[in-house]
């Protein structure tokens, strides 16, 4: 029997975040979320007293922001992305695996 998708989300496992452990993965003070928090574009709960920021809605908000995603790349967690680059071809995904998906050049070509 199928599960109802509501009740994926309800089940789904959410990741929270201190105001700290987030602006240090995002590379900006801790001020600038509570910041965010006051003005409500990020989602958090009250726990023991304390902040805990959802993490989706973290990502989605630094996406939204040009300072706080170009902080995060040089402050924070992406500072560290060439690091974790796959040198050894055994491990790296299949080139033939992965399908390119058609630009809209290769939509108007027409074959002669």
């Known amino acids: 029997m199928a599960e109802n998708p509501k ?5 789904k496992e ?4 201190s105001i700290s452990e987030a602006g240090k993965l995002f590379g900006v003070n801790a001020q600038t979320i509570r910041r965010a928090i006051k003005a409500g574009e990020i989602t958090y709960v009250v726990v023991a ?10 990502v989605r908000w630094s996406q939204q922001k040009t300072t706080v995603k170009k902080k995060a790349n040089t402050h924070g967690i992406g500072q560290y992305v ?6 050894n071809t055994l491990y790296s995904p299949s080139t033939k695996a992965v399908v390119p998906k058609p ?7 027409t074959p002669n």
């Open 7 to 11: 009740n994926e989300l309800k089940n």
């Open 14 to 17: 959410m990741i929270r975040l």
């Open 49 to 58: 007293g304390r902040y805990k920021i959802n993490f989706e809605s973290l």
């Open 82 to 87: 060439d690091k974790w680059k796959i040198s």
């Open 103 to 109: 630009t809209e050049n290769d939509k108007n070509e």
